[in-house]
T-cell receptor, first 114, second 111 residues
Framework: NAGVTQTPKFQVLKTGQSMTLQCAQD?????MYWYRQDPGMGLRLIYY???????DKGEVPNGYNVSRLNKREFSLRLESAAPSQTSVYFC?????????????FGAGSRLTVL | QQPVQSPQAVILREGEDAVINCSSS?????VHWYRQKHGEAPVFLMI?????EQKGHEKISASFNEKKQQSSLYLTASQLSYSGTYFC????????????FGDGTTLTVKP
């Protein structure tokens, strides 16, 4: 049982380049999330998807776009990367139908923007 | 509005106890706690729901004061494996989906 799988694990970009972080979960969860974590800081919600076909902005959505491709997959796109987007990105999923929003996180994707 | 955790860091000897606090300015439906080891993903510890009971997990337990919008995580008889950063996540209601996290409390347990 893989849980939440993120790719790539590491990526270095130059300012202005674009890239997509991929996330897939095999737990049949309806909700998926993208967080970023800066050094020594907590997790900041970028976007989330309550269910297939819906997405909503979180605390720090500027500079990002998302796609909920199907129930399993939720991708995060940086259209024009900036050094301020250097961070570790975590995808997570949960089954909010239970009434308890317990998050299962992926291993993280470390992004450096030069 | 993210919750506020205190203290920012704790250093303990094996066998000592610690308390980590999490407070919010908003009414909360649930509080959930995670532990993150260096370079790894956060791992769920426990969740406390509005109107629910105090939860426990081995020597780690937590409480939730709904009126004060506060939760506390209790670690008793600390072990080396308890070292890591602890985060509280909060949800204002069951359908919000926007779990927000505190900045974390780094716990170091020394032999």
């Amino acid at each position: 049982n893989a849980g939440v799988t993120q790719t790539p694990k590491f990526q270095v970009l130059k300012t202005g380049q674009s890239m997509t972080l991929q996330c897939a979960q095999d737990m049949n969860h309806n909700s998926m999330y993208w967080y970023r974590q800066d050094p020594g800081m907590g997790l900041r919600l970028i976007y989330y998807s309550a269910s297939e076909g819906t997405t909503d902005k979180g605390e720090v959505p500027n500079g990002y776009n998302v796609s909920r491709l199907n129930k399993r997959e939720f991708s995060l796109r940086l259209e024009s990367a900036a050094p301020s987007q250097t961070s570790v990105y975590f995808c997570a999923s949960s089954n909010r139908a239970t009434g308890a929003n317990v998050l299962t996180f992926g291993a993280g994707s470390r992004l450096t923007v030069l | 509005q993210q919750p506020v955790q205190s203290p920012q860091a704790v250093i303990l000897r094996e066998g000592e106890d610690a308390v980590i606090n999490c407070s919010s300015s908003k009414a909360l439906y649930s509080v959930h706690w995670y532990r993150q080891k260096h370079g790894e993903a956060p791992v769920f510890l426990m969740i406390l729901l509005k109107g629910g009971e105090q939860k426990g997990h081995e020597k780690i337990s937590a409480s939730f004061n709904e009126k004060k919008q506060q939760s506390s995580l209790y670690l008793t008889a600390s072990q080396l494996s308890y070292s890591g950063t602890y985060f509280c996540g909060t949800d204002p209601n069951t359908n919000a989906g926007k779990s927000t996290f505190g900045d974390g409390t780094t716990l170091t347990v020394k032999p």
